[in-house]
Each structure stands twice: as structure tokens, then as C-alpha cells.
């Protein structure tokens, strides 16, 4: 899988600066992507065990929600497809009542429930990189005459099912962020105050990076290396970053992005990239999708979702963004002034 950081990490690693004594960093790969792990002002035996920990609940988490290779969302799929009922645990419960949550709030912008329109894009399967046609209007027309959503799933005693067999669930959105939710908890109950974990570029950050605060750096989306601002991080916050240039094919010289629109069943255009500041990171992931995809409506669905930290770019090069989010941004070289948008309820 080609993977492309959405964030870097600008504040150097104490490993790497002299201060070995007090931070410890490790990274392994889950989700197909690289994540770092810096924990700060703990010895190696704690840190070993915990990043071992953590390793091992982030492939666990993987394991369940893989939309494509073998696992138990493809199990619960299958069921669905054929009409059938599933028993489910309450843990895989709990994970697709939040993703309920989330769809309902951003007005089904974020919808887990659109797998088959992205595999009709070609996006649930490993090779998604390489070039193809798009689907036909046949094929997105007849997907949307269906328009499944998270409230055709019902869950009843432990038991899935479905109304709408066109209805396929996947978890691209937000499992990301569920899972560094579930290890940033994990790593409170072990008494770490001060650490950070960047899954693939999208992260959560807890306490500070020594007596400064952990601060990162937004890439700009049309700049191939290039910074588009840097964040100075409160105590917990979450960072997720959403872009039409993180997946995506090329045919016949038009790119086609992965983050479709489920209204239209065709590529989200109106914005490019969205960030997204919040302390779940689950929430943080869902939203940065929906505000992607809400196009120039975003502060309503922002408004919707909970969220007062925005920073996006539109495809005509303007950046909009939220007042609290501006208060904690520092914009690199910008062309032109950011709009400050007031979130608004829908």
C-alpha cells in the first residue's frame, strides 16, 4: 500500500536530541502504515512493554475491521449481502453503534455503510493505486437508488442485520482513530502522562514534549514536501487529516480521489485537504471525512459533529478555517489571508 504522511512531526524526538534518558520512540505497522509511538519521562522496561502492548491491540484491531482480506467485517458483509443475520460481539457492537453515531450527526456525509460504492471505485482491494476506467453512471446510479446508510444496520441482542442488502460496511473513516483512542487510554491506565501516537500521520497527543508542547506540521496539499502550517497541540488533542491527495488512480489523465461524496456517488471537489482538531480521535476521523465531503456547507456539518477546530483548503487555493483553530495555527508562507468562518447550526 503506498502510504503518504498527512502530518510531520515537527518538535525533535528527545531520543534523537540528547535526552535519551527521559523518551523512548518505537514503530511498527499496522493499517498498513507506519506508527511511531514517543513516550516521554519513562524507563525502557515500561516502554518496551508498553509499545509491545500496543503493537499488539493495533493488529488486533486490523484484524477485525480489514474491509477487503479476510476478517469480521468482511463476515458481517457477507451475511448482509445475502440477507442473513449475524450474531456480533459486544465490542464489534459498541465500534458500529459509535460509526452510527457519527454517520448521524454529519448528516450521513461520514457514511460507513457506502463499501460497495467504493468498491466500485476500486478502493477496497490492495492495488488500489493502479490506473482503471470508472465505474459507469449505470453503476453509481443504480448504488444510489439504494443510498444505504448506517440506519438500514440494526443490531438487536447481539444480533446484525440488515433491510438494504446493498448495504456494505467499512471502517476506512474512523477505525484509524478508534484505535489510537483505545491506545491512548491504555497508555493513561498505565500512569504515562506524556506521549504521542502517529498512526500514518494522523495522531493523538497526551500531556507535552517536555516543558514545550508537542507541535506538528500540516502538509500542504498541493506542494510536493511542503508545510502548509504548523499546530501547537493542547494537552490531549487529537489531529486527523483528511485529502484529495492521500489515495487516489489516475485514468486517461483525470484523477479520480478516494473520499467519494455519497450524495452524488462521485469524488469529493469542492475541498481538498481538512484538518481536523478535537480529543477523540475517533470524532476527529469521522469529521475529517464529512467536512471533506460537505464541500462549502462544512461549518454546518462541523456545527453537527461537534466540532470547533477547522482548517481547510479549498480547490481554488483558499484557506478557510475556524476562530478557535486559528488561535492555535501558525500558517507557512500563505498566498493569501485565511477566511475565518463562524460555526453555524444547521
Not at 457519527?102 to 490492495?126: I, T, V
Not at 439504494?146 to 433491510?163: C, F, Q, R, Y
Not at 493523538?204 to 506542494?223: E, F, L, T, V, Y
Request: hydrophobic share 40%; net charge negative; aromatic share 8%.
Amino acid at each position: 500500500m503506498k502510504i503518504v504522511p498527512l502530518l510531520l512531526v515537527l518538535t525533535c524526538l528527545l531520543a534523537a536530541c540528547g535526552d535519551s534518558d527521559r523518551a523512548r520512540q518505537a514503530k511498527f505497522y499496522a493499517f498498513g502504515t507506519e506508527i511511531d509511538v514517543s513516550i516521554y519521562g519513562v524507563d525502557n522496561e515500561t516502554a518496551e512493554k508498553t509499545v509491545e502492548a500496543l503493537e499488539n491491540a493495533f493488529n488486533n484491531v486490523n484484524d477485525t475491521w480489514h474491509a477487503w482480506q479476510p476478517s469480521t467485517l468482511t463476515r458481517i458483509n457477507e451475511a448482509i449481502a445475502k440477507g442473513e443475520s449475524i450474531e456480533v460481539s459486544a465490542d464489534v457492537t459498541a465500534v458500529i453503534e459509535e460509526a452510527t453515531s457519527y454517520a448521524h450527526d454529519s448528516q450521513h456525509l461520514f457514511n460507513p455503510a457506502a463499501g460497495k460504492l467504493f468498491e466500485l471505485w476500486g478502493y477496497h482491494r490492495d492495488n488500489w493505486f493502479e490506473s482503471r476506467p470508472p465505474p459507469s453512471r449505470d453503476q453509481i446510479k443504480a448504488w444510489l437508488q439504494a443510498s444505504p446508510t448506517m440506519e438500514d444496520v440494526h443490531i438487536n441482542k447481539g444480533v446484525l442485520s440488515s433491510n438494504n442488502n446493498m448495504a456494505k460496511l467499512g471502517f476506512g473513516g474512523f477505525a484509524k482513530g478508534t484505535a489510537v483512542d483505545a491506545a491512548i487510554t491504555a497508555l493513561k491506565d498505565q500512569g504515562i502522562k506524556n506521549a504521542i501516537i502517529n498512526i500514518g500521520g494522523d495522531l493523538r497527543a497526551i500531556g507535552s514534549h517536555g516543558d514545550r508542547p508537542w507541535r506538528i506540521g500540516i502538509r500542504h496539499p498541493r506542494k510536493e514536501g511542503g508545510l502548509m502550517a504548523s499546530i501547537a497541540l493542547n494537552q490531549d488533542e487529537s489531529v486527523f487529516t483528511s485529502g484529495d491527495y492521500e489515495r487516489y488512480f489516475t485514468y486517461e489523465g483525470k484523477r479520480y480521489p478516494h473520499i467519494i461524496d455519497p450524495r452524488t456517488g462521485y469524488p469529493a471537489s469542492d475541498n481538498i485537504s481538512v484538518t481536523v482538531l478535537h480529543q477523540q480521535a475517533a470524532r476527529a476521523d469521522a469529521a475529517a471525512t464529512a467536512l471533506i465531503v460537505a464541500g462549502k456547507e462544512w461549518p454546518q456539518i462541523a456545527a453537527s459533529m461537534g466540532i470547533d477546530h477547522v482548517m481547510l483548503m479549498r480547490a481554488d487555493g483558499q484557506i478557510e478555517m475556524t476562530p478557535l483553530m486559528a488561535e492555535q495555527v501558525n500558517l507557512i508562507n500563505p498566498s493569501q489571508e485565511p477566511l475565518i468562518r463562524q460555526i453555524t447550526t444547521p
